[in-house]
């Protein structure tokens, strides 16, 4: 595999991170799932990545390199997204997650990790720490959707959907401003490797996990979580907007231990848009996993 969007500086970024990792697509009963490792020292401890809604490893472009000259980092695209194979629709998450701890029972290495989920990635995390708490040492989420039925903004804009008529140019022009509506909070953040990232990552889903957005898949595991449990949102983090302040309380209510952090100056996207920040809250959440409840 090799990246050639025609931009040379967005290419030699993704290109880096790809020639930087080994690659494992692995039988799950239904297909394979593709895994991707960035080997850390030896004896660190392990993180295993989930990524958002039509997404791919790719979400966390900016992390897999820096996190691995500390930790041991390996991501999952998961069923019928990214470089994962499909499976039959309508799309069964029982069956998704089934898949997932498929490939962690093949993979010794994937039944002792650190969870680290964006988005959609949140509810595999979620239901995993649940039933396999025995491979799960803690779990850090970003972005958490699947909390049931919330208020949405009003003034919120609709995405803008492509179409076959669409010229490259348009495409792209279309990627960028839905990567402004929803994922970036500010306009001049989102820079080209954002834009051919959100492109690529859409051309290889098959499957659109929107429609479990006011689910309860989330909401309804975070007071079964045994194991360290964190979650962050961007002040701006459209998708969980108006009330952040709120999700955090009813999160705490049923998981008093938890810790919950809102990022000032950040939208959804937040490994991306401000990764310095990201990678300190994981360090912190993964060094401090005996402290009590409340903030880092």
Not at 1 to 12: I, K, L, W
Not at 19 to 37: E, F, K, M
Request: charged letters at 20%; proline letters at 5%.
């Amino acid at each position: 595999m090799t990246f050639q969007t025609g931009d040379a500086e967005v290419d030699a970024i993704l290109n880096r991170a790809l020639a930087a990792s080994h690659a494992l697509d692995v039988a799950d009963g239904i297909g394979t799932l593709h895994l991707r490792h960035w080997p850390g020292p030896i004896g660190a401890e392990r993180l295993l990545l989930f990524h958002g809604g039509s997404g791919s490893w790719l979400h966390w472009i900016k992390n897999v390199e820096v996190l691995s000259g500390q930790y041991d980092v390996w991501t999952l695209d998961l069923p019928a997204l990214g470089w994962s194979t499909d499976q039959d629709k309508p799309y069964e998450v029982s069956l998704a997650v089934e898949r997932i701890l498929s490939v962690m029972k093949a993979q010794p290495a994937l039944q002792s990790v650190h969870l680290v989920a964006f988005s959609w990635g949140c509810v595999a995390a979620s239901l995993i720490a649940t039933r396999k708490k025995d491979w799960v040492k803690s779990i850090f989420l970003v972005g958490p959707a699947s909390l049931g039925v919330r208020k949405r903004p009003a003034e919120r804009l609709p995405l803008i959907r492509r179409h076959r008529g669409m010229s490259r140019e348009e495409v792209l022009s279309a990627q960028r401003q839905n990567l402004e509506l929803l994922m970036i909070s500010r306009p001049e953040r989102v820079d080209a490797c954002a834009v051919h990232i959100q492109d690529i990552n859409h051309q290889m889903a098959r499957f659109n996990s929107a429609q479990y957005y006011a689910s309860t898949l989330v909401i309804d595991q975070i007071g079964h979580i045994d194991r360290p449990l964190s979650v962050i949102y961007g002040d701006q983090d459209a998708p969980a907007l108006p009330d952040i302040e709120g999700i955090g309380q009813e999160m705490r209510m049923q998981n008093p231990a938890m810790r919950f952090v809102i990022v000032p100056d950040c939208g959804h996207w937040l490994q991306y848009e401000q990764p310095e920040v990201f990678h300190r809250y994981l360090s912190l959440h993964l060094s401090s996993m005996d402290m009590g409840a409340g903030t880092f």
